[in-house]
């Protein structure tokens, strides 16, 4: 049975401790509408959710996807029985302290003893929010990002009306901070944002390099580390990420992604402001909802209104079973995942068959078949990707610019600008322990794909 179910009984237990605090309440029977048809729809919901990859399994090693912390899917669960909701104080109070609590948590991690922060629906909403502070900060400013930077930002640009502009990456997919200084030099841009991970490859922004030039043009920094960000906690990162993770607190907002490395299911995200006082441009009015406490109502300082106060719950228990503390389990399960790129990396980088166009600098790794040109290297990757999904191998792919392979690759036909690569997201850290079996059956794809390109 892959599927965890002993929190189940523990789900139990707890419900009975939430339902004694209801227990003064005169009696009644909860109608279920359908509640006889219910085994029949969700053995029928089961069957549907069979239609998945397996994510939950070490051999998914594709997309950055897997199932949430037993303890956050229980709290999840067991706070649905109340269903608060973190829009104003009456509808979730328990729900609304422990959110404050947990982004404080997740605060203090980057360094902040004060902040202005809440969780969002994702990491999209998260980065919106950062993105409209900051145009109402400095209007008529552009918005710039790398070009490896998530796409979200340049759509966030054109949802919020906002100038936005791509600065160049480099070979390694960071920002080119030189590229940066020559753009910062007309004096129009009003935020930075600093990827620490990139969705990509996990390439991680020279952030010193962003401050020192934010010093000189005065432009807000914001930093995206939906993916990247918990990583902070990590032992074994590179000097430069290290250098880069270690000023995030001079950052003026961060967002990061606890349905990503914080063990979350989906629907929460998080964004912090550095300064408190942030909190005033948020100020509008609601004659319905923010009358039952002077204390501060989380939809007074987030753009969306109804949101799952069960995230909250389920992320406040997540913190509580495992701190976020450097030197601490949650830790060790990023330095892992780290551990296990670093070797995957280095296990195809060995194989002629392969090209790795660089270190992977958090849990990513991306590589590519050897083939004559970018289009043959293209139609391998899709081949061994098929066929490895096919053996229960699932890895993801990647389009990436053939110019991160110049280095390593210097007689590649470039017929292309970008080439199809295989990419895979190592975030859980039992891949550490499956290297073996990823590999082999990476290799294994390869060889098939081979000898389908020969007989084609
Ligand atoms: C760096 C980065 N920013 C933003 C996003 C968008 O986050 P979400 O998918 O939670 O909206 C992602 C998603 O992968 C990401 O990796």
Redesign the pocket.
């Known amino acids: 049975m892959p599927l965890e179910r002993k929190s189940l009984q523990l789900l139990n237990d707890a419900l009975d401790r939430l339902d004694a605090g209801f227990a003064h309440l005169p009696d009644y029977d909860s109608p279920v509408p359908g509640g006889e048809r219910m085994a029949l729809v969700l053995n029928q919901a089961a069957a549907r959710l069979r239609d998945n990859y397996p994510y939950f399994h070490p051999l998914y090693a594709g997309q ?1 996807l897997k199932p949430p912390h037993p303890v956050a899917r229980a709290a999840y669960a067991l706070a649905t029985w109340i269903n608060p909701n973190n829009h104003a104080l009456d509808g979730g109070r328990a729900s609304s302290a422990m959110e404050k609590e947990a982004v404080a948590e997740i605060a203090a991690m980057f360094g902040w003893s004060a902040h202005l922060g809440h969780l969002t629906g ?4 998260a ?1 919106l929010e950062a993105l409209w502070v900051a145009a109402r900060l400095q209007p008529e400013k552009k918005i710039v990002a790398s070009a490896q ?2 796409y ?1 930002h340049e759509r966030i640009g054109g949802v919020l009306g906002l100038p936005f502009e791509k600065i160049p990456a480099d070979a390694r997919g960071r920002m080119d901070c030189l590229a940066l200084e020559q753009r910062a030099r007309r004096g129009d841009i009003g935020c930075v944002v600093a ?1 620490l ?3 990509g490859v996990g390439a991680v922004d020279p952030l010193p390099d962003i401050l020192r030039l934010r010093d000189r043009y005065g432009f807000r920094v914001h930093v ?5 960000g918990y990583f902070t906690l990590a032992d074994n990162l590179s000097a430069e990420a290290r250098a880069a993770f270690d000023r995030i607190h001079e950052a003026d907002s961060i ?1 990061i ?1 606890p ?2 490395h914080g063990l979350q299911p989906y629907g929460c ?1 998080c964004v912090v402001f550095r300064d408190p006082a942030v909190g005033a441009l948020y100020k509008h009015d609601s004659p319905y909802t923010y009358f039952s406490s002077h204390d501060l109502h989380l939809g007074e300082i987030s753009l969306e209104c109804s949101r799952p106060g069960a995230s909250a719950v389920a992320l406040w228990a997540t913190q509580k079973l495992l701190p976020l503390l450097r030197g601490g389990e949650f830790a060790a399960g990023l330095s892992a995942s780290r551990r296990a790129a670093l070797e995957l990396a280095r296990r195809l980088a060995g194989e002629p068959r392969f090209v790795v166009p660089f270190k992977p600098e958090l849990d990513i790794v991306v590589w590519a078949p050897r083939a004559q040109s970018a289009s043959l290297a293209s139609a391998a990757s899709q081949r061994i990707f098929d066929t490895a999904a096919q053996n229960e191998l699932h890895l993801a792919l990647i389009q990436l610019p053939v110019a991160f392979f110049a280095d390593k690759w210097p007689e590649l036909e470039k017929d292309r600008d970008h080439m199809l690569c295989l990419r895979s997201v190592l975030m859980k850290p039992e891949h550490e322990e499956w290297i073996d079996e990823i590999t082999a059956g990476i290799i294994c794809a390869e060889a098939a794909s081979r000898q389908e390109a020969d007989r084609a």
């Open positions: 950055m994702g990491g999209t909403m980065n930077a998530h979200t990827t991970g990139t969705t995206d580390s939906a993916y990247g967002v992604d349905h990503k995200g």
